[in-house]
């Protein structure tokens, strides 16, 4: 009996939240996992550090590969040097506030990077099929909630427009030269992992901080912005699904809910025992030049086409995030009390 090949995927943005369990994911169903990462002086795979294998090992399934979206020719020789079955197209400068500060690069590393991840994936012999990582931040000033696919796109950021660009040339792709691309539309998703200059993640932070009197206040901007919260562990099984699809597609995927910043704080500060209003300060220097009021989508067809329903309740994400750093924290405050200095970022 012939032994089946087993599967190999290519992701950009591995170090990242979803990259780390997306690979996880990946991992756990007997894969090959490939993983791009970009060159620094600082390593920056803390994420991704527990799934490292030794490479003088016969069986190594996971491999880290130095690259750039701002370098085509790069990922050419590399797509054609791994030959992946999967592309997952993860990496992106991702945070909505920066992307009005550094907005040529926004667009040049997650638009233009994503049209050369595409020309390469389209110079592949092999076809592979491929995952674009779309944001609910296309949607912006949205005429309906909830979103759904067939909603039309008001990018209110530098980002969002940068991932309309990148969605359309998914499609454009897939119609123009039959190439097996879906569009994930994927609503805010957190974690442990999640990045600390992103609103829910600070928030965790300084709530444990400040529970264990290492932080006084926690400066936000607008609290009143709803968004629909998930968690990214489940977000990258519904990412895997699609492109097991016999038919590529565009997909929301979403809880089908949505709370606001305040709400996050309450709960975050009252699973501590604390009154967020007590430490929570809003200054109009972290309020962004365009704000979107609600974000709630519907992942319909996601149900509908391959059985895909969020695990992970608000609570129990926001309550996953507290525990975490709560540890942290308390790992954090021994370090201070033999000597050691830290800081943390506490703006919006």
């Given amino acids: 009996m012939l032994e089946q090949k087993r599967k190999r995927a290519f992701l950009t943005g591995i170090s990242g939240q979803d990259g780390s369990y997306l690979a996880e994911f990946l991992l756990s169903k007997d894969y090959e996992v490939h993983g791009l990462i970009r060159k620094h002086s600082i390593f920056g795979t803390e994420r991704i550090a527990h799934l490292y294998q030794d490479p003088h090992e016969p069986d190594v399934r996971l491999s880290l590969h130095y690259g750039d979206l701002n370098d085509g020719s790069n990922l050419t020789a590399l797509l054609k040097e791994i030959q992946p ?25 997650d638009g233009l990077g994503t049209l050369r991840l595409l020309e390469a994936v389209r110079g592949l012999g092999n076809q592979p099929r491929y995952y674009q990582a779309s944001s609910s931040e296309m949607y912006g000033l949205a005429a309906e909630v ?98 097991q699809q016999d038919e590529p597609d565009d997909y929301v995927i979403a809880t089908g809910e949505s709370h606001c910043v305040r709400e996050f704080c309450e709960l975050a500060f009252g699973l501590l025992d604390l009154d967020y209003k007590d430490f929570v300060v809003v200054d109009p220097r ?11 989508g519907d992942a319909s067809r996601a149900r509908i086409k391959f059985g895909w329903t969020p695990k992970v309740s608000f609570k129990e994400l926001v309550t996953m995030m507290i525990e975490s750093d709560l540890e942290l924290a308390k790992r954090e405050k021994l370090l201070l009390e033999a000597g050691y200095a830290s800081t943390v970022n506490s703006g919006y």
């Avoid at 945070?95 to 040049?108: A, C, D, G, Q, R």
């Avoid at 972290?286 to 709630?296: G, K």
């Fill in 146 to 243: 909830p979103q759904r696919e067939s909603t039309s796109f008001h990018p209110c950021s530098p980002y969002a427009c940068a991932k309309v660009f990148a969605f359309w040339q998914t499609v454009n792709y897939r119609e123009a030269y039959a190439l097996h691309a879906s569009n994930g539309i994927m609503f805010n998703h957190e974690s442990p992992r999640r990045g600390e200059t992103f609103v829910t993640r600070k928030i965790s932070r300084a709530a444990t901080r400040i529970k264990l009197g290492l932080q006084e206040r926690l400066y936000l901007g607008n609290l009143e912005p709803q968004r629909d919260w998930g968690f990214a562990g489940d977000y990258v099984e519904a990412m895997w699904l699609m492109l």
């Fill in 85 to 109: 079955d999967e592309v997952y197209h993860l990496g992106a400068q991702s945070h909505v506030k920066v992307s009005f500060l550094n907005p040529i690069y926004t667009v040049e590393t």
């Fill in 286 to 296: 972290y309020f962004r030049p365009l704000e979107i009021d609600v974000l709630q």
